[in-house]
């Protein structure tokens, strides 16, 4: 690592000097990670015209069970492996309330996601009072030493594979183009012989289980250990990156590493006295700001997938 | 055996769901409860009955329940109107901010004025937080979801970011503000008591809402609006205005709540101030069918569970976390079996005619 020259100068270039690149990607990438895994689950999920609320829940169920199981089991492998079971599972629920009783998606995705954060603080509270258990199994970063690709492979995949994967699902393959025709028109849809109730179900437990692993990556990958308020928000940075992106994968993942270079910025900048003033939570406010700016300014263009909301009733 | 639209409904149908919906919750609620070494009836009668038990409990799950009185009834005259507000939290949150403001401000300030003046800002501050989603929604039609859902984070980084720096106590320096003046206690409605004024305010919104929302022109152009806004549009009301009134009275309520907690529990605006209270509005005013009583009711019925949590976790070591897991739990099982008690079990297929199926699974 570049050893980061430390200024004093009040001046912009000042803190421009001082700001250590390499540590600032590398921050940056690890940052983005788990928005770029729950913001494609969530992609995948909005594509079929369901606005998943649940995913600050699901991040959280993620994180929660990837933890418990990698602590009983030893092994950060299983914690993954009990994480997507679980992440399966919550698109479940959630499909099941959305679309096979056709309920009310925002009311249905809050109430998931409530349960869900009570689920896992009860039974956290439940096992560990008052204890703060750590892994003795993490997954390691993968080249210790070298700067900016000393990333954990749940952070290579995310970038590497995940997105170029979902990308080229999403735009080329029969899935992505059933996924495509149910949230855009679902009696349409239904007609040309897709059933709008399996394409659902699937993307939901398919996405729920994306958003699990950018759970887990907190407590399995950076952390080591589980904290009650571990997701802290980064589902609904994902609702607003996801409609920032416009319901498609890069601009989710470029919107991502923006979040994250300005989070990764602050932490730098908090060492430099100069910027020491401007406040951080106004810095991590940015991502919303700017979600509900651009909506402001992109106004009416801004199209929403169009069974957007709306539970599907035959006939 | 295939689930078939009814063709009308009995009326012993709706209780019959709920009922089964609350045995489903309790019956699920009981596995944790036996997980944490507890006997589920006697933790069961803690949670719902030992609150209310004795005149104290009751006095307890008002002061409990006073924050989701008003939240719950904000979040009910948003969705009357067919105005999905997601963000009574920001708007409960930038409420107490607004009031916090206005206390540090007019420290000096005597009680006849200083309270009016507290609950005043506090209106204003939910009214100004709910102003630009629903804005965006009326001039542009901007998904309204999502913006309300997105400025609660913003509350609260808001409010840490004003503990943290301008704010932080002055004499402690913890991340909390300082105590507000004398003045701005709200005095207890019931002497002796903790129970204190914000409750009046609470229940006499909830009366005006609850009046306005059924028996005034007003209210059956809101509903109109809200269930069937193609009709109410051709029919000349003004579906977008009214969507837009509500909004900022819901905001305007919210920040009520705010302005209530900060002045009657904490008299300091602290990072906890609301515990999910917005987001648990939700639950209330659906819960309550969003209707007035129905939010009260509710309100208490939550209040009666988080004081009895508390009971139960000092007695029973059960984690108090299960109030809220039962409560999450209770609204998802409800709002299913009024979308089931649609149907019936039909036992063999009729032949020829093809039925509605339910959506079905995969």
């Known amino acids: 690592m570049v050893a980061a020259p430390r200024s004093t100068y009040s001046c912009v270039w000042g803190w421009v000097v001082s700001i ?114 750590t892994l003795e199994q993490k997954f390691h970063t993968l080249l210790p030493g070298v700067a900016v690709l000393n990333q954990h492979w749940l ?72 904290t009650l308020d571990i ?29 994250a270079v300005t989070d990764a910025l602050q932490l730098q900048l908090a060492i430099t006295t100069a910027f020491g003033s401007i406040p951080r939570e106004l810095m991590l ?12 300014v992109w106004g009416r263009k801004v199209r929403y997938p169009g069974s957007y909301l709306r539970a599907y009733r035959r006939g | 055996m295939r689930l078939v639209l009814r063709g009308r409904q009995p009326r012993w149908v709706a209780p019959v769901a709920v009922l089964a919906a609350v045995l489903a919750t309790v019956v699920l609620t009981a596995i944790p409860i036996r997980l944490a070494g507890a006997n589920p009836p006697a933790a069961f009668h803690r949670y719902l009955v030992t609150p209310l038990s004795t005149t104290a409990g009751w006095y307890e799950v008002m002061l409990t329940a006073t924050p989701l009185l008003f939240t719950g009834i904000a979040v009910a005259i948003a969705f009357r109107a067919g105005y999905w507000n997601i963000g009574a939290e920001g708007q409960f949150l930038f409420g107490a ?56 984070p913003v509350a609260l980084l808001l409010v ?46 909830i009366a005006i809402a609850g009046i306005l929302l059924t028996r005034t022109a007003t209210g ?11 009709a109410a549009a051709l029919s000349g009301i003004p579906v977008n205005r009214l969507r837009w009134r509500c909004a900022l009275v819901s905001g305007a309520v919210a920040g009520l709540g705010g302005a209530s907690q900060v002045m009657g529990v904490q008299h300091q605006l602290t990072q906890g101030i609301s515990n999910s209270y917005g987001y648990t509005g939700v639950i209330v005013a659906t819960l309550g069918g969003l209707s007035a009583l129905g939010v009260f009711l509710v309100a208490v019925l939550l209040g009666d569970l988080s004081v009895g949590a508390q009971n139960v976790s000092l007695v029973l070591q059960v984690p108090t976390q299960l109030g809220a897991v039962f409560s999450a739990l209770l609204m998802l099982m409800v709002l299913s079996a009024m979308s089931l008690r649609r149907y019936r079990v039909q036992w063999s297929r009729p032949r020829g005619r093809r039925t509605p199926a339910s959506g079905g699974g995969s």
């Open chain 2, 220 to 230: 059956i152009r809101i509903r109109a609006a809200g269930q069937a806004p193609r």
């Open chain 1, 155 to 226: 952070t290579y995949v995310a970038f590497l594979v995940l997105a170029p994967a979902a990308w080229w699902v999403l735009r080329s393959t029969g899935m992505g183009y059933r996924l495509h025709a149910v949230g855009e028109n679902f009696e349409a849809a239904d007609v040309a012989g897709i059933s709008v109730a399996a394409t659902r179900y699937v993307a939901l437990m398919v996405g729920s289980a994306l958003m699990t692993v950018g759970g887990a990556f907190l407590t399995l990958a950076v952390l080591g250990s589980y």
């Open chain 2, 97 to 152: 901010v607004a009031t916090t403001g206005v206390a540090l401000a007019l420290p000096g300030l005597a009680a006849p004025l200083a309270v009016p003046l507290g609950f005043l800002a506090g209106a204003v501050g939910g009214l100004v937080w709910a102003t630009l989603p629903a804005w965006l929604k009326k001039r542009a039609d901007i998904d309204e979801v999502v913006t309300t859902l997105l400025l609660n």
């Open chain 2, 160 to 205: 840490q970011g004003l503990l943290n720096g301008p704010w932080r106590n002055s004499s402690s320096g913890f991340t909390d503000s300082d105590r507000f003046g004398h003045g701005y206690d709200l005095p207890a409605l019931i002497p002796g008591t903790r129970v204190h004024w914000g409750l009046g305010v609470a229940v006499v919104v």
């Open chain 1, 231 to 259: 997701i802290n928000g980064r589902g609904w940075v994902c609702i607003a990156l996801v409609i920032f992106a416009q319901w498609r994968v890069w601009p989710t993942v470029f919107g991502a590493l923006i979040f």
């Open chain 1, 285 to 296: 406010a940015l991502p919303y700001l700017a979600v509900i700016t651009a909506l402001a």
């Open chain 1, 20 to 133: 250590d690149l390499l540590a600032l990607v590398g921050a940056m990438l690890t940052i983005a990670t788990p928005l770029v895994w729950a913001g494609i689950g969530e992609v995948v999920v909005e594509r079929t015209g369901i606005l998943n609320l649940g995913i600050e829940g699901t991040m959280y169920l993620g994180a929660f069970i990837g933890f418990l199981a990698a602590l009983r089991t030893g092994s950060p492998w299983l914690g993954l492996l009990a994480a997507v079971v679980s992440g399966v599972v919550a698109g479940l629920a959630m499909a099941l309330l959305t679309v096979t009783l056709g309920l009310n998606q925002h009311v249905s995705g809050l109430g998931l996601t409530l349960f869900l954060i009570a689920v896992c603080e009860f039974t956290f509270r439940l096992l560990y009072a008052g204890e703060r258990p």
